[in-house]
């Protein structure tokens, strides 16, 4: 009884008591001024980029939100429980315990990112320390990313996106910049909403969060992709993507000056994205 009671205190003060409570802002900040781990391979001489390592626990707990709630409807839907799911279904993700597992896994990874997660400034580099590795290993990895670039710091779940439909990673990188100039909280005066403006209709049809950066990106990605198998060049996907699949079937889009001008800023926006993947490539090679 006695032990209890002090857990029911203990839960009292730090989750609904006022001045004790802890809140979001408040892990968020505790996390990110602390040292990461040793078993983490902080370099000797690195420094917490503290900003930035707020930035992406505050993007990550977005996303804890998000499947987390999809893992609870997912377990109690198999169990006969009815619940209001918190996002539309995928058509292309497992169904029934297989999902369910797939959530779980998920939500363990995102959480582990969350807590242990730093970004960290090392010999003229932002590195980002504490990520799962997902080459089966269940080992940690270091690899450098570009912080300070709106576009590129994105680039774990471009990467992510790329692999998942096909498309070169410059491509998704050119669109993002293009269409928010890698804001995560862009609203257009028509209503498209983050990294790469998605109308949430698009969103709902596609299965995405269009709040969450990575789910913003994965539906951008697929969307890109539907209309590249659709049209079959990049010129007439992209013009979709901004006109919209009708005004390219009925040809109407080279009337349209706004989407001329896009279907020949985002291909050299493409080469660009394409020389900085070169490089990072090469930067990868040479260390190894």
């Known amino acids: 009884m006695i032990v209890t009671g002090i857990a029911l205190l203990m839960i009292f003060l730090l989750g609904y008591f006022p001045p004790t409570r802890i809140t979001d802002q408040r892990v968020v900040n505790f996390l990110s001024n602390r040292k ?18 707020k930035q992406f626990k505050q993007q990550k707990l977005t996303q804890l939100r998000f499947k987390g709630a999809e893992l609870v409807h997912d377990f109690l839907g ?21 999902k369910v597992g797939l959530d779980f896994n998920t939500v363990g990874d995102t959480l582990v990112e969350f807590w242990g997660v730093s970004i960290i400034s090392y010999q003229g580099q932002t590195l980002v320390v504490g990520e799962v590795s997902h080459n089966g290993s269940g080992t940690t990895q270091t690899e450098p990313i570009d912080m300070n670039d709106m576009v590129l710091r994105w680039q774990k779940d471009i990467e992510a996106s790329s692999a998942k439909y096909k498309l070169d990673p410059a491509i998704i990188a050119a669109l993002i910049e293009q269409e928010s100039g890698g804001d995560p909280d862009a609203i257009s005066p028509v209503g498209a ?13 596609l299965g995405v969060n269009p709040y969450d950066p990575a789910q913003n990106i994965d539906g951008g990605a697929h969307y890109i992709e539907i209309q590249l198998n659709r ?14 699949p009708g005004k390219v079937e009925d040809g109407t889009w080279a009337t349209m000056p706004e989407t001329m001008n896009y279907v020949t800023n985002v291909p050299r926006l493409v080469t660009k994205y394409e020389q900085l993947w070169q490089k990072a490539k090469k930067v990868q090679a040479n260390k190894h």
Do not use: C
């Not at 990049?234 to 993507?241: G, I, K, P």
């Open 36 to 53: 990461p781990p040793p078993f983490l391979h902080f370099p000797k001489g690195a420094k917490v980029d503290v900003p930035h390592t």
């Open 78 to 98: 198999e169990l006969g429980i009815k619940t209001v799911a918190p996002l539309p279904p995928d058509p292309r993700a497992p169904k029934g315990w297989k």
């Open 193 to 205: 909403i983050g990294l790469m403006q998605l109308m949430p209709s698009t969103a709902r049809s």
């Open 231 to 244: 049209f079959g060049n990049l010129e007439a996907a992209l013009a979709a993507y901004n006109a919209g």
